[in-house]
Nanobody, 125 residues
Framework: QVQLVESGGGLARPGGSLILSCEVSGITLDWYCIGWFRQAPGKEREGVSCITNTDGAPFYTDSVKGRFTISRDSAKNTVYLQMDNLKLEDTGVYYC??????????????????WGQGTRVTVSP
């Protein structure tokens, strides 16, 4: 049974930082892109970032490039999203997800194969 358990999130000021963690079980991380989607109120789901086990660069949506950093610890089966210089528009529910096709982060044409319960991030003055 696949499980993705998020932790982190919460409230931050603009310009602040938060870190999200996603502990993955039930799948072999090496076969998947693991990352984060987010959904803000009234907006469509957006692929934020994902990381594979290859040497290729992780994916970041344009709005978070230079501010967010994704990393993975294969020994702990955990993926992290360090979010710096947070902006009001980063507010939303962040879902950890796993899919064998990293392209769905760039073009969310379908739901990912697996996803977590979500964790809320609120950026407010």
């Amino acid at each position: 049974q696949v499980q993705l358990v998020e932790s982190g999130g919460g409230l931050a000021r603009p310009g602040g930082s938060l870190i999200l963690s996603c502990e993955v079980s039930g799948i072999t991380l090496d076969w998947y892109c693991i990352g984060w989607f987010r959904q803000a109120p009234g907006k469509e789901r957006e692929g934020v970032s994902c990381i594979t086990n290859t040497d290729g660069a992780p994916f970041y949506t344009d709005s978070v490039k230079g501010r967010f950093t994704i990393s993975r610890d294969s020994a702990k089966n955990t993926v992290y999203l360090q979010m710096d210089n947070l902006k009001l528009e980063d507010t939303g529910v962040y879902y950890c997800a796993a899919d064998q096709d990293p392209l769905i982060w760039a073009v969310p044409s379908r739901l990912p194969q697996s996803w977590g319960q979500g964790t809320r991030v609120t950026v407010s003055p």
